[in-house]
């Protein structure tokens, strides 16, 4: 086991639940289509690592930088955040697109995008092949995921994270004060994720080509789903059990 200071970003779709509350041939493409969209904003955060997919959200980290650093981290996870949110929402286009009428591929359209992020120490583990983060931290950039923001897409900010590179943020930034579970009253700050301004790629419109292909993708990958030989996905509890 090996410890460190660690950036730590959770990006969670909201609107899983409701769209993933479908009839069984919906429900196996919702499952793929929700794979698709996580695949895209990890591939469109290569500075980060992918350390677990847990349900509707992807966990991401990175080595933190060296100590007074604080704003390139900021940069970092602002320009993360907004190149993911971008890339969710042009695959949630492409999925809306295709020419399956199930509600598995046309019922994306209410799906969001929020972030969490902060930056302390985690010991990382091991086991099997499969690294985990474990330590407080960790366990506090989960609890996070439960806050009073009022609007659908945003970046909430640990304190920690924020004081450290505030100068960095841009745009309007508000504060709250979230009661988090086994840490009591804490200061966080939240932007408007469609509010970062950073060059992002982009992508064109769907063709018919690109929506024939992707209708029978999420046909051949449902396929499996829908005969029973693959289950359904268990969103496991987001929190770790204990901290190292």
Not at 3 to 32: C, F, N, P, Q
Request: one cysteine or more.
């Amino acid at each position: 086991m090996t410890s460190g200071r660690a950036v730590l970003l959770i990006a969670d779709i909201g609107g899983y639940t409701d769209y993933m509350s479908s009839h069984r041939m919906s429900l196996a493409h919702a499952e793929v289509n929700t794979a698709r969209m996580l695949d895209r904003m990890i591939d469109a955060a290569p500075g980060f690592d992918l350390i677990e997919i847990e349900g509707d959200a992807a966990f991401l980290s990175r080595t933190a930088r060296s100590s007074g650093a604080g704003d390139a981290d900021m940069t970092d996870i602002l320009q993360a955040a907004a190149a993911m949110h971008r890339a969710f929402h042009l695959e949630r286009r492409y999925v809306a697109a295709n020419l399956c009428p199930c509600s598995g591929c046309k019922g994306p359209d209410g799906l969001k995008l929020k972030f969490v992020a902060h930056v302390g120490d985690v010991a990382t583990q091991t086991i099997r092949d499969r690294t985990k983060l474990v330590g407080i931290d960790v366990i506090l950039v989960h609890r996070m995921l439960k806050n009073p923001v009022d609007i659908p897409e945003y970046v909430l900010l640990s304190e920690d994270l924020y004081r450290s590179g505030e100068q960095s943020v841009p745009g309007a930034v508000h504060e709250v004060s979230p009661e988090l579970e086994g840490f009591g009253p804490t200061r966080a700050w939240f932007v408007d994720v469609g509010d970062l301004d950073y060059p992002v790629a982009t992508a064109s419109a769907p063709t018919w080509r690109g929506r024939l292909g992707r209708t029978f993708s999420a046909v051949g990958r449902g396929l499996p789903y829908m005969v029973g030989a693959r289950k359904h996905q268990h969103i496991p509890a987001r929190e770790p059990v204990a901290a190292a």
